[in-house]
């Protein structure tokens, strides 16, 4: 009645042979519709009919889209299943290389003085990529064990020699015929083999740090201990004309610490903030809350700055940092770093040339 479908069968000539499904418009009892038609040809006794079977278009509307959208649903089930079987399958097929990762990886403070056990798996690949990772660990800290040993080794031999040195020039300046121009190079001998001394020494206290000779039962005041250094760099300042600013809460503690090292460490940055700056620049020295709720102290001085291809060496005591000069040859920064690794602080140095240097340490 409604014309939805209809079939039709007559005959036809026999060249015609259709086999086909085509979109035709038909008149169905004076109605013009849009059908979707399929046409083939029978042959019976030698007689060609051609049947159509046709459906509106419409109606093949009607059922496509409750198809599709079955069909859709089936589709994002599908890949749901699929995303969390294979999330479940890789966190579980790849546990052992997140072990891996964490015990050996995150988290890990060098040297490696704790015990460096295997993680336990069946894959032979994770097995050996963790036996690797502990055989390069062992190898880094026993590298490092040993340039420890020579540093401290060299450094307690060669105090030996230089007091012995020392002694000597001193007791060659105080003899009697000895003229004025000789005694003038025994004092640059002198002076050479004072600095020679400064450095045997900050060698020595670096390898007494790393080696953790040292308490931490000290609880220091950052505003105290400033005041403290301030005050023993306070006539150089007054030299050079800088002009000091120290803005630090009073009531914070800082617990558990080393006084002696902290004020070594602080006195080495303020000195070097002095050394460096420019007549008449200026030093200032406040503490903040950082984001994460570290307590941190910036340094920040108006002196020629360090060039950025020298930042990432300035801590480093085999290579000489862009600005420093003269005595220490930079042993000053690696004592600092030292001290803060044994005390389990941080530092970061921004610094732009002509302009000065910030150093902010988070505790």
């Known amino acids: 009645m409604l014309k939805e479908e209809y079939i039709a069968l007559e005959p036809v000539d026999s060249t015609v042979l259709i086999d086909t ?3 035709s418009r038909r008149v169905i009892e004076r109605d013009t519709l849009d059908y979707r038609v399929l046409m083939y040809t029978h042959i019976i006794e030698k007689q060609n009919y051609l049947i159509e079977i046709g459906r509106t278009t419409e109606t093949i509307t009607q059922f496509i889209k ?3 959208k079955v069909a859709l649903n089936v589709l994002v089930l599908l890949i749901g299943i699929t995303l969390v079987l294979d999330l479940f399958f890789t966190r579980f097929l790849l546990r052992p290389l997140g072990k891996i990762i964490k015990s050996k990886l995150q988290n890990r403070k060098f040297p490696f003085n704790e015990q460096i056990d295997a993680v336990k798996t069946t894959t032979e690949d994770f097995r050996l990529l963790d036996k690797s990772f502990i055989a390069l660990m062992e190898q880094i800290n026993e590298a ?4 420890r040993e020579f540093t401290s080794n ?5 105090m030996t020699p230089i007091s012995i040195l020392q002694s000597k020039m001193e007791n060659m300046m105080m003899a009697e015929d000895v003229g004025e121009n000789q005694q003038e190079r025994i004092l640059e001998l002198m002076r050479t083999l004072s600095r020679l001394k400064k450095i045997v020494n900050a060698l020595l206290l670096i390898s007494r740090i790393e080696n953790e000779q040292f308490g931490k039962t000290n609880n220091v005041s950052p505003s105290n201990l400033i005041a403290e250094v301030i005050e023993e760099l306070k006539e150089r300042m007054e030299e050079k004309g800088l002009r000091c600013t120290v803005n630090l809460h ?14 070594q460490l602080f006195y080495n940055l303020v000195n070097n903030s002095i050394r460096y700056n420019k007549p008449g620049g200026s030093i200032t020295i406040v503490d903040r809350i950082a984001a994460d709720g570290r307590y941190e102290i910036i340094i920040r001085d108006t002196g020629s700055g360090i060039p950025p291809a020298e ?5 480093n005591r085999f290579k000489k940092a862009g ?12 004592i600092v770093k030292s001290i803060l690794d044994f005390h389990g602080m941080t530092i970061q140095v921004s610094s732009r040339l002509s ?3 910030n150093i902010v340490i988070g505790v």
């Open 144 to 147: 490092f064990e040993k340039e």
């Open 21 to 23: 499904i085509t979109t």
């Open 154 to 158: 060299a450094s307690h031999e060669l």
């Open 250 to 263: 009073p009531h914070h503690q800082l617990e558990g610490v080393n006084n002696d090292l902290l004020f």
């Open 66 to 68: 409750p198809l599709q």
């Open 355 to 357: 302009e000065g240097t």
């Open 311 to 315: 930042l990432p060496n300035i801590f």
């Open 323 to 334: 600005r420093t000069e003269g005595e220490g040859v930079g042993l000053g920064l690696a």
